[in-house]
């Protein structure tokens, strides 16, 4: 190859003067495999069981349990109270203001005898 | 077994499969790209015994990490990335550097170095255009070797290097103006 033509390498053809050795490439792959490390089987099986990992799952269903009972609770003791407004609410709608002024017109007692008539009846 | 034709998509799928499709779809990857990347690594160490310990670490790097690779690249681009960061790591541990001439002790200047090298054929001319090369700076020399004797696009190197076009063709002009007038020098 004439050395002046290198000074122009951008009109090069270039040429790669290097070699391998014989049948490098065609083993190349099984080399290169065979090299890899083993790698951890992402389907690992060889897990090791731990005295809290198998109480684990029992602890969480108790607790869940336990939140459940307890929500429950709650909501139906605010149930309860809401009855206890709605019945008093009836009962005060079953007797309205004219009736029971009219019931102390005739029943003819005082407001001391029906202040504890009524704390009775409570 | 039967090696399988080279389907990327295919190949992306079957690595997040169970194990054995898992080491088939690496073996594809390299049977694919072990050759080019070899010729990468070959053109920066020089010596062939160098070039194929690096290519393995390269992909016995890329196995080992590759639950890290999710895809955003292509292949390609990420094994370059690998060979490229493994081949300038040997090269900075290579704690001398070739002489480019004897020295008073006599040792060896790379030109010698490659005419006693079994695995080199070139002549003299391409032995001395070895020499020109390895004075350039590593990241230069690089591109300079994936441009023209690998022949790859620069689009293609940008991604690999994550350098822009425009800055590798400068680099590029560059380092043929620093070969030739280092031709230029010995003549």
Redesign the interface.
């Given at each position: 190859?004439?050395?002046e033509r290198?000074?122009?390498?951008?009109e090069r053809e270039?040429?790669?003067?290097?070699?391998?050795?014989e049948g490098?490439?065609e083993n190349?792959?099984q080399?290169?495999?065979a090299?890899?490390?083993e790698?951890e089987?992402?389907?690992s099986t060889n897990i090791v069981v731990t005295p809290w990992m198998r109480i684990r799952p029992y602890l969480y269903a108790a607790a869940a349990f336990a939140g459940i009972f307890f929500c429950i609770k709650a909501a139906v003791g605010i149930n309860s109270r809401n009855n206890a407004l709605e019945i008093a609410q009836e009962e005060t709608t079953i007797y309205s203001d004219e009736y029971i002024d009219s019931f102390l017109e005739t029943a003819m007692i005082d407001d001391y005898t029906l202040y504890y008539t009524l704390v009775d009846a409570n | 077994m039967a090696m399988m034709a080279y389907d990327e998509r295919r190949i992306l799928e079957m690595l997040h499969e169970d194990d054995f499709s898992r080491r088939r779809a690496f073996e594809a990857i390299v049977k694919n790209f072990s050759e080019q990347l070899y010729w990468q690594i070959r053109h920066m160490v020089l010596s062939h015994d160098d070039a194929n310990d690096i290519l393995q670490n390269t992909f016995i790097k890329a196995w080992t990490n590759l639950d890290s690779f999710m895809g955003y690249s292509r292949i390609s681009t990420w094994l370059y990335r690998i060979a490229v960061n493994e081949t300038l790591t040997f090269l900075n541990k290579q704690k001398t550097s070739i002489p480019l001439e004897t020295d008073n002790d006599g040792e060896l200047s790379l030109a010698d170095q490659l005419e006693s090298d079994p695995w080199f054929d070139g002549d003299q001319t391409e032995r001395q255009l070895q020499e020109a090369i390895a004075t350039l700076p590593e990241r230069q020399r690089m591109v300079f070797n994936m441009k023209y004797f690998n022949e790859m696009k620069y689009e293609e190197i940008s991604e690999i290097l994550g350098t822009s076009v425009g800055a590798l063709k400068a680099s590029f002009h560059i380092a043929v103006k620093k070969i030739e007038e280092y031709f230029d020098k010995i003549d």
């Open positions: 190859m004439e050395k290198l000074y122009k390498i951008d270039a040429r790669r003067p290097f070699t391998v050795p490098y490439f190349l792959t080399n290169i495999m090299s890899l490390p790698q089987s992402i389907y | -």
